[in-house]
């Protein structure tokens, strides 16, 4: 089978969750398929260029696109992605084509797709199709009930590229030089409302329908995409996998103290305030160690609001060290303040035998039963959260059941057989014009959902 992956972003450049999921999968269908790999490199020196080369075995092309914002209300749709796309689809002729983001890419790429009768699916990783800024969270880090065209042109307005008022010079000078923003900053709120009612929603509705099945990794973010208007019969739960020898033999390390991680991103909806906040309230000998790459200014930042000389801020935990770290690891903390989908780290805690504590927000709280495989604090609240951690600080058989009662994580290989059922499916289905061609899809639908 010749198949086709699309992502925004891949490794060794891109390092997020989504990107690691997709390699992974890639390199495991590489054993016995012809996999390929279409992603950009947001990279200035290198706008607008197309490079054909192989990482971990796996062929790709990648177009080096610089990453464009709101700013350029129409942004999200390239021209020059989609001719080099359909360049790449008649070159490589897949049998099939697996979406796993189209950021920074093109919300053009599935219609290409169809126009090619090649059969799609999208692996649903965040709520991108229904948020524009991707979280469903506001610049206030609120939680959003949804898309609204007014709504979200207000969210966007930090990301608009809008003058500010002030201006400089004689005083007939500074009227016109704030008349002229004024204008000019009208334009671009229109021209943005314009993009978010009308031309997003169109591509998107395009989208909807040209994708033969969505894949949700999270029941939560699946019946969000069915509430928003993606037809239950195209979405399917299937959980991610993971290389269970990743974490093989692992062995503890003990320490009289609890230790305690966060391994992530390091940004806003993370929720690191909350946890810094949380932990400055717990005493030594306790410790935290927060992991992820940073900027400097960032590091500055949160240095600024640690009183606890127990919180250390360490650097991005490379996969080939999550081992050495997590036997050092006693409770992982996940405090997003944003709904998560499923994310990773939470699986490979679970194979490395380490309890989690979460917000008890949309995927995560969906990964842990609260009591029995970790604990859920009310999101965004660092007195629930340190609650928590003091439970466990007090009460060490807590940690002990808790680590008893972690579920078991699917193994890649596993989730690489569904993915494959559900491929063939969507082929054959593509092929077949007999009436039984969405009830044998919705039968390979099921049975791969009753894997979970």
């Known amino acids: 089978m010749k198949i086709l992956q699309v992502i925004h972003y891949f490794p060794p450049t891109g390092l997020g969750g989504s990107e690691l999921h997709t390699c992974q999968l890639s390199q495991e269908l590489l054993k016995a398929h012809d996999v390929r790999v279409f992603f950009t490199i947001p990279d200035k020196a290198a706008d607008k260029t197309v490079e054909q ?3 971990n075995g796996i062929p ?6 610089n990453y464009s914002n709101f700013n350029q209300p129409f ?9 080099e796309f359909d360049k790449a689809v008649r070159e490589f002729k897949p049998d099939i084509i697996h979406f796993q983001h189209l950021v920074n890419l093109s919300l053009g790429l599935p219609r290409i797709a169809k126009a090619h009768s090649i059969a799609c699916c999208f692996t649903l990783h965040d709520f991108w199709l229904l948020c524009p800024r991707t979280f469903l969270l506001n610049q206030m880090m609120q939680l959003c009930p949804g898309y609204d065209a007014q709504r979200c042109s207000d969210c966007l307005s930090d990301r608009t590229g809008l003058y500010a008022a002030d201006s400089r010079g004689p005083l007939p000078l500074r009227l016109f030089k704030q ?7 009208f334009a671009k709120k229109k021209l ?3 993009s978010l009612a009308s031309w997003r929603p169109f591509f998107i509705k395009k989208i909807v329908k040209d994708i033969d099945l969505f894949i949700a990794p999270s029941r939560f973010l699946m019946e969000k995409y069915i509430h928003a208007g993606v037809p239950a019969e195209k979405i399917v739960f299937c959980r991610h996998g993971f290389d269970s020898g990743m974490f093989s033999n692992i062995k503890k390390t003990s320490s009289t103290a609890l230790r305690f991680a966060f391994i992530g991103g390091i940004r806003p909806h993370k929720g690191i305030d909350t946890l810094i906040a949380a932990f400055n309230r717990i005493p030594p000998p306790h410790e935290l160690k927060i992991y992820g790459a940073i900027h400097p200014a960032t590091r500055r930042d949160l240095q600024k ?5 127990r919180i250390y801020i360490m650097e991005e935990l490379k996969k080939e060290n999550k081992k050495a770290a997590f036997a050092d690891i006693d409770v992982l903390i996940l405090p997003s303040v944003c709904y998560e989908n499923c994310p990773l780290v939470i699986g490979e805690a679970f194979m490395a ?4 504590i979460v917000s008890d927000l949309g995927g995560m709280a969906e990964l842990v039963d609260n009591g029995l495989s970790g604990l859920t604090f009310t999101a965004g609240d660092s007195s629930s959260l340190a609650e928590k ?5 007090n009460d060490r058989s807590l940690r002990e059941r808790l680590t008893r009662h972690l579920p078991l994580v699917k193994d890649i290989t596993v989730y690489t057989d569904e993915i494959l059922k559900l491929y063939g499916s969507l082929i054959e289905s593509g092929r077949s014009q007999s009436p039984g061609r969405r009830h044998r899809l919705s039968q390979a639908l099921h049975r791969t959902e009753t894997l979970q």
């Open 53 to 55: 080369g192989c990482h």
């Open 353 to 356: 035998k380490t309890p989690v």
């Open 60 to 65: 790709y092309w990648a177009l080096g696109k």
């Open 389 to 393: 951690i003091t439970l466990l600080i």
């Open 305 to 309: 609001k640690i009183t606890n000389p």
């Open 75 to 83: 942004h999200e749709r390239s021209r020059w992605v989609e001719q």
């Open 179 to 185: 008349t002229a923003k004024k204008v000019i900053n």
């Open 192 to 194: 943005l409302y314009f």
